[in-house]
Nanobody
Framework: VQLQAFGGGLVQPGGSLRLSCAAS????????MSWYRQTPGKQSELVAG???????KHADSVKGRFTISRDKVKNTLILQMDNLKPEDTAVYYC???????????????WGQGTQVTVSS
């Protein structure tokens, strides 16, 4: 199973970026997909997403600015980020809870990370 993330880059404050994450491989089902972010010296934080059917959650700092959507058929996760602020600068990671073919257990996977830089 692989998670591939796309869409990071450099944007000015107030701008927008769209991150996408595609899960591929021997997948039976995905019980949750989320975006996390991390900056140097800080713990990673949940940006937005759902883990194991507990509903979609957003970090307070992104509410009203970031929108998450998921295509369960294509196993993709989209994060639309609007009105970006310098404090949104981080490496963003896609996360998925996956049930694989031939194995009833749930495994956690991470994408490779994509850099988002918000700066003028």
């Amino acid at each position: 199973v692989q998670l591939q993330a796309f869409g990071g880059g450099l944007v000015q404050p107030g701008g927008s970026l769209r991150l996408s994450c595609a899960a591929s491989g021997s997948i039976i089902s995905i019980n949750g997909m989320s975006w996390y972010r991390q900056t140097p010296g800080k713990q990673s934080e949940l940006v937005a997403g759902s883990r194991s059917g507990d509903g979609i959650k957003h970090a307070d700092s992104v509410k009203g600015r970031f929108t998450i959507s998921r295509d369960k058929v294509k196993n993709t996760l989209i994060l639309q980020m609007d009105n970006l602020k310098p404090e949104d600068t981080a490496v963003y990671y896609c996360n998925a809870l996956v049930v694989r073919v031939g194995d009833p257990r749930t495994y956690e996977y991470w994408g490779q990370g994509t850099q988002v830089t918000v700066s003028s």
